[in-house]
């Protein structure tokens, strides 16, 4: 059952990233595999710290690859994609942050900042799956160039009323939202077929 369950966590992640079925299957069987052999000889707990970290050196590689086979029509398509989820989740953070700011204090504003990073990491993971919901491209890569995006207005962009800290924090928080918003797309892929 855990074989089962680490290979569809594989399927979602290749399948996000819209890699070749076959190439996506020999991956996943070598990879499994090779967490088997490890959890026999070091341990499960080892084993799976082995199988996050092959996951996570490939991504860029994997997305790269996926960006060069797919061609200048779909890197646009994907940034276009990027952007028109960021412009849609910038204005309605913007236009909550309004009604927000504009009818509490400074000071209930920075007492509650936690649970504003909060909505805005809701917003984070709601803007991956629309990217990825968008970019059919490459859904993940959709959503990574959205976390991307979004990173880059955050540094850009910092409103007074907010401690020190929430800047640093959201973008901290940005990149793993997105994605998470971009892996439940890419779920929905994998249940559709």
Do not use: C
């Not at 088997?36 to 997305?63: C, H």
């Not at 959709?142 to 020190?164: E, K, N, Y």
């Amino acid at each position: 059952m855990v074989a089962r369950m680490k290979s569809r966590i594989l399927d979602i992640v290749f399948a996000g990233l819209n890699v070749d079925r076959a190439l996506r299957e020999a991956i996943i069987g070598d990879l499994v595999e090779e967490h088997s052999e490890l959890a026999a000889e070091r341990g499960d707990q080892f084993a799976d710290r082995w199988i996050f970290s092959q996951i996570v050196r490939s991504l860029p590689a994997l997305s790269l690859a996926v960006l060069r086979a797919v061609g200048g029509r779909a890197i646009a398509r994907i940034f276009v994609a990027a952007s028109a989820s960021l412009l849609t989740i910038w204005i309605l953070a913007d236009v909550s942050a309004m009604v927000v700011f504009n009818r509490l204090s400074a000071e209930t504003i920075a007492r509650f900042s936690v649970v504003i990073l909060t909505i805005d990491v809701a917003y984070g993971v709601g803007g991956g799956y629309l990217a990825a919901r968008l970019g059919r491209v490459s859904p993940l890569v959709s959503a990574i160039a959205f976390g991307v995006l979004g990173v880059m207005l955050t540094g850009l962009t910092h409103d007074d009323r907010t401690p020190s800290w929430y800047p640093i924090a959201l973008q901290m928080l940005l990149i793993p939202a997105t994605v998470t918003g971009g892996w439940l797309r890419a779920r929905q892929l994998i249940a559709e077929r």
